[in-house]
């Protein structure tokens, strides 16, 4: 097993969530809610970049930022609209999911 890293971000409306990080290349791999109608509990995937997405009050604050760190960031760019940034570590974006959460998306410089 490779060790890894894996943000959790709160989200309102993890269906609505899932959709959105879709635009991104993520995939929903599992679901889990302790009963129906309760909190929903989804993890994302685009590759091996995993995200988890909590409806659960308390498990993530608003606002929080993940920086993403992948092979085109102009695919994704032009998936949004946007116009890249140029720092000198990386070729950047960044973009807020429907619950506020910051994303970083960039391409490294060289």
């Known amino acids: 097993m490779d060790e890894e890293v894996i943000p959790i971000l709160r989200v309102a409306d993890a269906a609505a969530a899932v959709r959105w990080y879709g635009r991104l290349g993520f995939a929903q791999q599992w679901e889990h809610r302790f009963e129906p109608g309760l909190p929903a509990f989804v993890e994302v995937a685009r590759g ?63």
């Open 48 to 110: 091996r970049v995993r995200l988890f997405l909590s409806e659960h009050p308390g498990d993530a604050r608003p606002d929080t930022l993940v920086y993403l760190r992948v092979a085109d960031v102009d695919e994704v760019a032009a998936e949004f609209g946007l116009r890249v940034e140029a720092a000198p570590w990386a070729r950047e974006i960044e973009l807020r999911d429907p619950d506020g959460n910051r994303l970083r998306i960039g391409t490294p410089a060289g």
